[in-house]
């Protein structure tokens, strides 16, 4: 079974930061790519960042810059390190991971996806 838990959201100010954990279960997380996608209250998801099998990464253009994907594969572990917070960041934040599809596609269309985390920034 196919399990995926995020941990670190919480509350920050504005320019301030957060780090976001995701533990997945070995079997997914070492053959998979995976990623980050978010959602504000009364706003579509978004896609957020994604990371190959090694360390090949992708970011939206809102977080580029200011947001960092990594993976510890000794861990089993997906992190996003968010700096420079903005309240415009405030929304749930899930991890995703595919063992299929990787950066070629979008992360909102990898198939598992853990219940969310969520994060509020304010000003």
């Known amino acids: 079974q196919v399990q995926m838990m995020e941990s670190g959201g919480g509350s920050a100010q504005s320019g301030g930061s957060l780090r976001l954990s995701c533990a997945a279960s070995?079997?997914?997380?070492?053959?998979?790519?995976m990623g980050w996608f978010r959602q504000a209250p009364g706003k579509e998801r978004e896609g957020v960042a994604q990371?190959?099998?090694?360390?090949?990464?992708l970011y939206a253009k809102s977080v580029e810059g200011r947001f960092t994907i990594s993976r510890d594969s000794a861990e089993n572990l997906l992190y996003l390190q968010m700096s420079s917070l903005r309240p415009e960041d405030t929304g749930m934040y899930y991890c995703?991971?595919?063992?299929?599809?990787?950066?070629?596609?979008?992360?909102?269309?990898?198939?598992?996806r853990g219940q969310g985390t969520q994060v509020t920034v304010s000003s």
């Open positions: 990371i190959d099998r090694g360390t090949n990464t």
């Open positions: 995703a991971a595919d063992p299929g599809r990787c950066l070629g596609a979008s992360v909102l269309e990898y198939i598992y």
């Open positions: 070995e079997d997914i997380f070492s053959r998979s790519c």
